[in-house]
Every structure is written in C-alpha cells, then in structure tokens.
C-alpha cells in the first residue's frame, strides 16, 4: 500500500455514531428492510480471485500480506493524527495501493451488474466506477456499470439533505448531488450520489436484492494502476454507510486467513446479525472502530503491564480493531512484555531472529509450537479474545515461523502508544457490530456453522 488518500471538506461539525444513525434512519431509506443479508467474503489469493496467482507459494502470499499491513498501520496512524472534521467517516483505503485482504462479491442495478469490491471497515461510502468514466481503470472482470442502463438506478438531488453528508457534497448544474473524495496522492474521485438495487448471493446458493442503496456512481477515479476491483465496500459508521441504511449491526467471520480455499468467510449485514459470545465497549473516533485493552495472558500467566499503558488519551493509546491488516500491531509496553514471555517459553529450545521487526525462530508451526498456550487479549467489561497459535504465528517460509504481533514503534517514536488488532488474531471468531448499542461482540466459532 503505497498511498492512501483523505477527505478534504468544509463542513466544521464533529457528529457521534447515534447522530449518523438518527439522520441515516430519518432519510429515504424506508424501502430497504432486509432482516439478515449474508454474503461471501473471497479471500484475495482464491481461485475464484481477480487476484489469483498460481505460481505463488505460501511465502509469496504471506509477504505480500505483510507489506500491505506495513502500509496499512501508517495509514491508520495518519489519520487519527490529523486534525480532521466530521468527514473523517469517509476516509478511504486507496483500494489501488494494495491487494486486499477480502473482497465483497455482489451486484448492481437491473439488468445486474457484478461487482468485485474492497471490504473496509475504514471507510463509510460504497462508490463503484460508473461510465461514462474519465481516467478510469479498464476493469478486468467484466463491464463497467452504466448508470442510463439501469432501470433501478436515481441520482439523488443536491437538495436532499444527505448530500450535505457526502465527501464534498454539493450541487451540479443538472441539481444533482456530487461528490469529491480527494487523495494525498493521485488523482480525486468524483461522481454522483445516487441510490441503486444491490443483489448479494445467499449462503443457499439464492439471491437476494435490496432496493435504493445510497453509493457513490464515481465517473472520474484516478486511473487506478489495479484494475482488478470495481470499489470499495465501505463498513464504517457514517451516514453514507450501507451499515446504517440496513440497520445498525454488521458481522464478519474470517477463516484461517493462510487457507485461499476455506469457503465459508462471510459478512452479514443488517438486524438479523448473530450477536453472541463475548461484548465489550465501541467507541468510533476518526472514522475507525476502537475498543479498551486492558491486559493480556499468555496461558494462565497475567503480563505484568504499567496500568498506565491502558488509559487513553485524545490521541494516545487507542486501539483499533481492523478489517483491512493481518498481524496485530501493540503498543510498545504492551508488545515488550508479550514478547518477553514468548522469548521466555521458546528461545531455550528454538533459535530466535529478527526479521523485517518480526520475531521469528528456525521451525515449523505445526510441529514446534504443539502445547503452546493461547495469548488472550482481555477487553473492557471481561471480553476475551483468545488467539492460538495459528493466529499468533504465521510460516513465513518452509522453514521459518514468526510472530503475527509486532512492535508499531518500529517505525517511529510517534507509534510508541498505537495499536491495532488485525484479522489474523480476529480468525475463528465471529465479530458483529452493534452501532446503536456501541458494543462489539468476539463469538469463537467455525463459520460453517453460521449458516446451519
């Protein structure tokens, strides 16, 4: 991930998650009443995927993975540190500055359009390329949608009240709602607010369609070097939000994120969302969803961690749950102590090294680390989420294993209060969203059993 861009907007307010869902619920959203929309999540090295390669081997996988995440954790950090206004909810992943981790599969309009896009729960607006396009990418997997072919398509006017919600939103000559979503790099996305039909695949092999979806008809999108998405499948808590036009809740439960082939990794939006298992306060700040950290155990062991590292600040200590980097990236209090205790469990039988600020030993992960204990991370209100060690290490090569948790000061002092729980600690759970509740549930189970 090589850049990433920022919304860039007048508007001075700073709006909480209740007041986005109040305005969201109170515009004409009425006719979209799904009761539980499932849909599959394709893993980016599938084969199924745009983003397929068939020669690679698990490490070519794994250190692409990596690097994006690098580039992910500096986004994050950049954002929060920036002094931004209430458009900080449309701050998007540029979806062309990396492969993404997940892909959300589905149509648009009538006759149905596919679509192919990045699943981010950093983002608040679902906008796919429109034609006719201005520098647009040439989309690799199949036509791009054209608006005056859809019979379920609607611009939305500029003096609907939403549009004064969207990134940049204002009047264009024909009194249509516009929008500017604009980059630290590269070229600007702008196009048109409108609503549309979205049809999701069910788990039953059914369709299922959802009437006049807010999105974002971009028809000038800064030529993307990846041609291989069609957009972004934003999953913040913005008005723009598809979460907010079907309800308050979301859910995603990931697989191993190492097996391309596990079928079952899915998203679920609206009420009907399965919240079970563990719950622990969520906060929305900058557009991304935080939780409290509170402690962590390897085993039966409690780290000894200065109480302090937990108390946040406006800016400091915060931690983020994430959907779009794989290894958890800790504090650097909290991610000294873990890896004293790691070290202390494993470097009198393995042989320890430092790689790309990852420590990793001599060794296989199913053969070496049979009878290491679980690390949990404890959360405010006694919400755990426990990760073993398919979650905790990954095998970097044949012959080598890391630990999938690393140091985000590695990469400057200002990091040293910064962390973020990535989708490889989030694997085998079940994690919904509830927006309206401000709470986040961790249900550990096989996702299989999710649509029995």
Known sequence: MDTVFVLVSSLPLIFSTHFALTIANNLEFSSIQPTRLVTKLIHRDSIVSPYYRSNDTVADRTERTMKASLARLSYLYAK???????????????????????????????????????????????????????????????????????STYDSLSCKNIICRYAPSGECDSSSQ???????????????????????????????NAVNNVLFGCSHRNGNYKDRRFTGVFGLGSGITSVVNQMGSKFSYCIGNIADPDYSYNQLVLSEGVNMEGYSTPLDVVDGHYQVILEGISVGETRLVIDPSAFKRTEKQRRVIIDSGTAPTWLAENEYRALEREVRNLLDRFLTPFMRESFLCYKGKVGQDLVGFPAVTF??????????????????????????????????????????????????????????NKHKLFFQRIDCELLDE
């Open 80 to 150: 929060i540190e920036r002094d931004f206004d209430i458009n900080d909810l449309w701050l998007n992943l540029h979806p062309s500055a990396s492969e993404p981790l997940f892909l959300v599969n589905f149509s648009m309009g009538q006759p149905p359009v596919p679509q192919l896009a990045i699943m981010d729960t950093g983002s608040s607006l679902l906008w796919i390329q429109c034609a006719p396009c201005k520098s647009c990418s040439q989309q690799i997997i199949g036509p791009m949608f054209d608006p005056s072919i859809s």
């Open 177 to 207: 709602c516009v929008y500017n979503q604009t980059y630290v790099e590269g070229l600007p996305s702008v196009g048109v607010i409108a609503t549309e039909q979205l049809i999701f695949g069910s788990s039953d092999e059914g369709r």
């Open 378 to 435: 404890h959360f405010a209100e006694g919400a755990d989420l426990v990760v073993d060690t398919e979650s905790m290490f990954y095998q970097a090569t044949p012959n080598i294993f890391c630990m999938a948790v690393r140091q985000a000061s590695v990469y400057g002092k200002d990091f040293k209060d910064f962390s973020v729980i990535g989708l490889m600690a989030q694997q085998y759970y079940n994690v919904a969203y509830d927006l």
